[in-house]
């Protein structure tokens, strides 16, 4: 895996989803290599795009900035990693979903995540902080381990 971290000049994206007021990714790319995803697509970083599931962009100030630009948004929904999985390996270590989830919950804002990793389950106690602002959504494709390997070939069983 090739981490690359790079600073960023806005968060908060407006989402132009029906049910998503913003979308904020703290990261680009994604290490699960699902074959069926669309994300490698709307991956402005050709990095990323181009080696998907080996590179991963960490937006390394995405913190700060989102600090500075919660007092002037609208109070609306957040979607966390809209074009990659917010709990993939990196969250390991820079733990960005979670402080971003946290500023966001705190201000009032409400956020909706999709994942396929367990990782989610260390945060289970900022959801029950917040039960009536986070909504979480669990990925399973087939419950037939080869058949998940073939599509999914790199993400948690």
């Not at 998503?20 to 991956?43: F, K, Q, V």
């Not at 609306?76 to 979903?97: A, H, K, M």
């Amino acid at each position: 895996m090739r981490i690359i971290e790079i600073d960023v000049r806005s968060a908060l994206q407006n989402s132009g989803l029906r049910e998503l007021d913003y979308s904020l990714n703290p990261y680009l790319g994604c290490m699960h290599r699902c074959l069926y995803c669309y994300a490698m697509d709307m991956t402005k970083d050709k990095r990323a795009a181009d080696d998907w599931g080996s590179t991963i962009i960490v937006k390394r100030n995405i913190l700060d900035v989102l600090r500075r630009e919660l007092p002037h948004k609208r109070r609306g929904v957040v979607g966390v990693s809209t074009i990659t999985d917010p709990y993939q390996p990196v969250e390991f270590r820079y733990r960005l979903t979670r402080r971003s989830m946290e500023m966001l919950l705190k201000e009032g804002f409400r956020v909706s995540v999709q994942t396929k990793s367990p990782l989610v389950a260390r945060d289970l106690d900022l959801f029950a902080r917040y039960p009536e602002r986070v909504d979480v959504g669990i990925t399973i494709t087939t419950v037939d381990p080869e058949k998940a390997r073939a599509v999914e070939t790199q993400s948690p069983s």
